[in-house]
Nanobody
Framework: QVQLVESGGGLVQPGGSLRLACAAS????????IGWFRQAPGKEREGISC????????YYRDSVKGRFAISRDNSQNTVYLQMNNLEPEDTALYYC?????????????????WGQGTQVTVSS
């Protein structure tokens, strides 16, 4: 069974940090691209970061550059999203997703496997 499971969300104060994890089963993460997306209430789902298949090239949305870092542990078949200096605007449900092929995409539609999401709330 192909499955992605996110973890690591929670409530954090502004300026704090969280590390999200996306654990895969039934697929090999370095066989495709892994994206992190988020969706806040009343807003569209947006791509925030991605790591491409073989070469591990990383991409970030401008609003998270310098604060978020994506990484992949092939031995654990897990992708991480380290989030630092969190802001209230980062509050959302965060999803990881897998797509076949090397290249990353900012858009949700090429991704064919999705996790259930993990909630991140940034509030004082």
């Amino acid at each position: 069974q192909v499955q992605l499971v996110e973890s690591g969300g929670g409530l954090v104060q502004p300026g704090g940090s969280l590390r999200l994890a996306c654990a895969a089963s039934g697929i090999t993460l370095d066989g495709g691209a892994i994206g992190w997306f988020r969706q806040a209430p009343g807003k569209e789902r947006e791509g925030i970061s991605c790591i491409s298949g073989r070469d591990g090239t990383t991409y970030y949305r401008d609003s998270v550059k310098g604060r978020f870092a994506i990484s992949r542990d092939n031995s654990q078949n897990t992708v991480y999203l380290q989030m630092n200096n969190l802001e209230p605007e980062d509050t959302a449900l965060y999803y990881c997703a897998f797509k076949d092929g090397e290249k990353c995409s900012d858009y949700p539609y090429p991704y064919n496997v999705w996790g259930q999401g993990t909630q991140v709330t940034v509030s004082s």
